[in-house]
């Protein structure tokens, strides 16, 4: 880089001015702060929550919030680049002082929704909220929180650097020059994220539809600043991004809404054992047809006994024919299969598992309800936008070595659903292989 | 170089197909009040934009004391650029403005601009935008003012102020500048306003150097002759003067020149009253806008 001691002294300076100046840091902690507690009572009043929802749903929106957050804060920043540039200071100082000061209130906005997260716990082990079901085994662990922070530190820092990176490109390239610039780009970062087995479909399909809204958001705050530019008119380029800016809010609002909306459905509140209940089983990368078609299954007959192994998986055909034609929960991305386990099977199938999930495991099956209680540490906490990559390790682990010999790669998660414990099974390469996991459960 | 605070070569300024500037070149003189003249849309803004760093030319060279502005950081500080049409962010109060002021820049006398601030009836928490468009532009005098920059632009400074503050902004510019010795600019196009406070006028129209002068010298280029038709005739050929203006009771001519010079003394001798032109008119003529007959026309 090369920075003079007065080029160091200004940057200096230019970040002084902007902790003085910029008003957007208190408005940024505040936005993320009601984001994250409108979130937080969303999954605390919803039906059927637990601890396992919210921590996904906490992980997801925040990460959200956050992003939007740093889109507006980059976008309403650009209409008053001209405000500071009435300050002195050159082009690079400027710009050294500004990416210092973003990855600064990223840093901080990452801090805060952690802070957000501890009062959380904090409050919900205090008040015991609705405790028949609901929060009696709130988990926190330190490693899968710092992991949290990190990934979502890591993936704002790299959104802010592909929308700064097209700021960039405008710039210097000119609008359509730097689109196609940043298409290419774009494209082969895609097929390098698929490539990738850390994100998910879902987190790619996230990653991507945000950068390209930030695309058509900067495109067209590139031409409101372009025409206003000739008439010197430089606060209406400022309202204009602030407009726009808050549209872009609005619509983040509407997506909380829709997936707080979706969370309410998840699960029933307790569970019937003599019900019927039919999950509809998404999977973003089939049709919705391939999904009808071999996605249904059917929790039923949960007679509990000791021999309870009781997923019981049917074609549409099958539901069918047993009366059942509708689908009536969504559960969410990417889970194919429920298995609800009875601990000495569980035991029989998995042979190498930690010894101390399954000692520690005990059965209640009073009521006819089929209670499984795990210690509160080898309750898996979820991962990102449909994907389970925080899974306890030592699970995760044991159920890779497994499934390694068959030469699969596949993960395990664990939910609860009021009372009961699910496995979800899936495959990482995201290859529906319900068979898989059938036989496997069956062969071992 | 070292007598001079800005030197230009070649500096041309396009937006798209329009010029804004047009290959100017000009060394400006250090340590002088320099008044920047011209017509609305002349290049006045876009020369200082390009002077202080905030915009690039599209082609030619800027140099100010000895650095250039857009990448020597140790010459950024060195200017300070007011102008109203910089947004200073709406919602702060000028108590924060004077405190940004402070911050960027090492020789802000805070303490100065509280006096003037308090001297102008500016109410130091009053919000920027809630102040009217001539305490705007005081604001930015004022912060300007007490910069304290070896190059301080004021662009348009007295834009929306009364009679009674434009003559002390001029008064408090004057004996700052004395007290702190350093090349001033002021950008107007109402000449008269700063005449008395300006040591050289630069003059540009439609994006090109007019010319660049000392006051006294400006005041020197032309006359102003009063006289009957044929009395001008004799004096005067076409290439004398710049301006004429022929009406049934009198006529007269704005000719090149001293009003002490030959041309007005040989005119004086037959008779016709002399008078010398305010370094305004000789601007105003100068870039042959005294002839409106475009108005004239309008209700024909």
């Known amino acids: 880089m090369g920075l003079k001691g007065s080029e160091i002294k200004n940057i200096k300076k230019h970040l002084r001015l902007h902790i003085a100046q910029n008003k957007l840091l208190k408005e940024a902690f505040v936005f993320i702060g009601i984001i994250t507690l409108f979130l937080e009572v969303c999954m605390l009043v919803a039906p059927g929550s637990n601890q396992t929802n919210i921590l996904m749903g906490n992980n997801i929106m925040v990460f959200l919030a956050i992003i939007e957050v740093i889109i507006c804060y980059n976008l309403i920043t650009l209409g008053t680049r001209t405000e500071k540039s009435m300050y002195p200071g050159t082009e690079k100082t400027r710009f050294i002082a500004r990416i210092i000061f973003d990855v600064g209130i990223i840093t901080l906005s990452v801090v805060t929704s952690g802070i957000m997260d501890i009062i959380l716990f904090v409050i919900v082990k205090i008040v015991h909220f609705n405790s028949s079901h609901l929060y009696q085994t709130i988990l926190f662990s330190w490693k899968e929180f710092v992991m949290k922070l990190i990934f979502c530190f890591g993936i704002m820092i790299l959104l802010y650097a592909v929308v700064l990176m097209f700021n960039s490109l405008i710039n210097k390239l000119g609008l359509i020059k730097g689109i196609v610039v940043y298409a290419i780009i774009l494209a082969i970062s895609t097929v390098v994220l698929d490539n990738v087995s850390v994100f998910d479909a879902g987190s790619r399909i996230f990653m991507v539809s945000t950068i390209i809204f930030g695309i058509i958001i900067i495109v067209i705050s590139y031409f409101i600043e372009t025409s206003v530019r000739k008439t010197a008119e430089i606060d209406r380029v400022n309202m204009a991004l602030r407009i726009v800016a808050g549209v872009f809010v609005g619509m983040i609002l509407i997506e909380m809404m829709k997936f707080s909306s979706s969370v309410l459905i998840i699960g029933p509140e307790t569970y019937d054992a003599n019900e019927t209940r039919v999950f509809k089983l998404k999977f973003p990368e089939m049709s919705e047809s391939e999904v009808t078609e071999n996605v249904l299954f059917k929790i039923a007959d949960i007679e509990c006994n000791d ?138 | 170089m070292g007598d001079y605070s800005i030197v230009v070569k070649g500096l041309t300024k396009k937006y798209g197909k329009k010029h804004a500037l047009r290959g100017i070149d000009v060394s400006l003189h250090k340590d002088e009040i320099i008044g920047l003249v011209g017509a609305n849309g002349s290049g006045k803004t876009t020369f200082f934009n390009i002077c202080s760093g905030l915009d690039s030319p599209s082609e030619g060279e800027v140099s100010v004391l000895g650095m250039n502005p857009r990448t020597d950081v140790e010459a950024s500080e060195m200017i300070v650029y007011s102008n109203m049409r910089l947004p200073v962010g709406g919602t702060n109060r000028v108590v924060d403005v004077l405190r940004y002021y402070e911050i960027m820049y090492d020789n802000f006398d805070i303490k100065f601009a509280m006096k003037l601030v308090r001297m102008f009836d500016l109410s130091e928490f009053t919000k920027v935008d809630k102040l009217s468009t001539g305490m705007r532009s005081i604001l930015h005098v004022i912060c300007g003012i007490a910069a304290r920059c070896e190059i301080t632009i004021f662009d348009e400074p007295i834009n929306g102020i009364d009679v009674s503050k434009r003559k002390m902004i001029n008064k408090i510019i004057m004996g700052d500048y004395i007290e702190h010795q350093r090349t001033i600019f002021i950008t107007t196009h109402i000449l008269s306003e700063i005449d008395n406070l300006v040591s050289e006028i630069m003059l540009i129209n439609e994006g090109g150097l007019v010319f660049y002068k000392g006051i006294d010298e400006v005041r020197e280029m032309m006359f102003r002759a009063d006289g009957d038709k044929e009395q001008l005739d004799s004096v005067f050929d076409e290439k004398d003067y ?56 309008l209700w024909d």
């Open chain 1, 307 to 444: 021999n309870c192994n009781i997923i019981k998986s049917m074609s549409i055909e099958e539901a069918k024919t047993e009366g059942i034609t509708d689908c009536n929960v969504d559960i969410s991305d990417d889970e194919l299969m429920v298995v609800i386990r009875n601990p000495q099977v569980e035991y029989e199938l998995y042979p190498d598992m930690a010894k101390d999930i399954i000692e520690n495991i005990t059965v209640d099956d009073q009521d006819n309800n089929l209670q499984l209680i795990m210690p509160e540490k080898m309750i898996a906490m979820n991962g990102f936008a449909g994907g389970y990559y925080n899974f306890h390790e030592e699970l995760r682990k044991v159920t890779h070595a497994i499934i390694a010999k068959r030469g699969d790669r596949c993960s395990v998660a664990i939910r609860k659903y009021a009372d009961l414990e699910f496995y979800f099974i899936y495959n990482e390469n995201s290859v529906f292989s319900k068979e898989l996991h059938l036989d496997y459960c069956r062969d071992e």
């Open chain 2, 242 to 297: 710049c301006f004429r203006q022929d009406g049934e009771m009198s006529s007269f001519v704005i000719g090149y020149g001293s009003p002490n010079g030959k041309l007005a003394n040989d005119a004086r001798n037959k008779g016709i009253k002399i008078s010398s032109v305010s370094p305004e008119e000789a601007c105003y003529y100068s870039i042959n806008i005294g002839d409106n007959k475009e108005v004239e026309t």
